[in-house]
């Protein structure tokens, strides 16, 4: 596509309940990132996939996050048995060569 | 390992006034050099980037950034600024390292330009 898509833009849910988070790169980028926006705080790092390399995993926060990327494209973001710190705005991105990142809307979840 | 340091967590400024909002960087090996900005209740988007080349580059809406080897800096600037730039600006740092290039962001910086 056009741009870096993610989904759903929105989700509300439960605590305990499991989540996935959805982001399809731009078409032929090698790099996609995922990123974590809290209220007021900055852009924490949680993954990182490039090309066929293992994926540094060393932002993700704990145990109950984990991540895909199937084929080189799509990836997802999973979050176990949710808990309501883990609210916050999800952001993909992803990149070709590194010389720039284009980002997406987000996936802003809510676990009440 | 890299890591941009952003000291100003926040810069109030008055409509038509210049600003400068500060970047340093630490890196091992050579970086890309991006500014990204996220206006309130949307995503990011990039503002400006440097590859190599000249060291001064611009964005289309009057920004400017400045690549200082030797200080280590990346700071943005605009000469007169309007109230639709009260946003968010994040300094980033992208340096190939043994699984590629990673992207590394400063915590921001709040630009909040008032009348």
């Known amino acids: 596509g056009a741009g870096v898509s993610q989904s759903p833009s929105n989700k509300v849910t439960e605590k305990g309940k499991d989540v996935e988070l959805r982001c399809d790169p731009i078409s032929g980028h090698t790099a996609l990132y995922w990123y974590r926006q809290s209220l007021g705080q900055g852009l924490e790092f949680l993954i990182y996939?490039?090309?066929?390399?293992?994926?540094?995993k060393s932002g993700l926060p704990s145990d109950r996050f984990s991540a895909e990327r199937t084929g080189g494209s799509v990836s997802t973001l999973t979050i176990q048995r949710t808990q309501q710190e883990d609210s916050a705005v999800y952001l993909c991105?992803?990149?070709?060569?590194?010389?720039?990142?284009?980002f997406g809307s987000g996936t802003r979840l809510t676990v009440v | 390992a890299q890591s941009v340091t952003q000291l100003d967590s926040q810069v109030p400024v008055f409509e038509e006034a210049p600003v400068e909002l500060r970047c340093n960087y630490s890196s091992s090996v050579s970086v890309y050099l991006f500014w990204y900005v996220q206006y309130p209740n949307q995503g990011l988007q990039l503002l400006l980037k440097y590859l190599s080349g000249s060291t001064l580059v611009e964005s289309i809406n009057g920004f400017e950034a400045e690549f200082n080897k030797s200080q280590t800096s990346f700071h943005l600037r605009k000469p007169s600024v309007h109230i639709s730039d009260t946003a968010e600006y994040f300094c980033?740092?992208?340096?190939?390292?043994?699984?590629?290039?990673?992207?590394?962001f400063g915590t921001g910086t709040q630009l909040k330009v008032e009348l």
């Open positions: 991105a992803s990149s070709l060569q590194g010389d720039g990142y284009t």
């Open positions: 980033a740092v992208s340096g190939l390292t043994g699984g590629g290039n990673k992207l590394t």
């Open positions: 996939f490039q090309g066929n390399s293992a994926p540094d």
